[in-house]
């Protein structure tokens, strides 16, 4: 999933690979500077939640909170006392 995080200090633009094996949500954050993974993921209904730690720009604990329509992702990642930053993203095709 191609996805656009629109933080204070600009767009960032990042991609989500997301499975789900036998009912648990997997999923990495890749950016051109690291790769994490999800942790705590749980999905409801059209609803995902989860945490990820980034090292870049700072070491951050980042908290997503989205809903899935189809194709599209909308929601918010939201960082300590930080103002949370809006997140959107869409289904790419794999290959």
Request: aromatic share 6%.
């Amino acid at each position: 999933m191609d996805v656009t995080i629109d933080t204070l200090i600009g767009k960032m633009t990042v991609v989500f690979d997301i499975t789900e094996v036998d009912g648990t949500i997997h999923g990495t954050a890749r950016s051109d500077s690291e790769t994490v993974e999800f942790l705590d993921a749980v999905a409801e209904g059209n609803k995902l939640t989860w945490t990820q730690v980034v090292t870049t720009p700072m070491k951050l604990t980042l908290k997503f909170d989205v809903d899935v329509d189809g194709d599209a992702m909308t929601g918010t990642s939201k960082a300590g006392s930080f103002p949370a930053s809006k997140v959107f993203g869409s289904r790419t095709t794999p290959g």
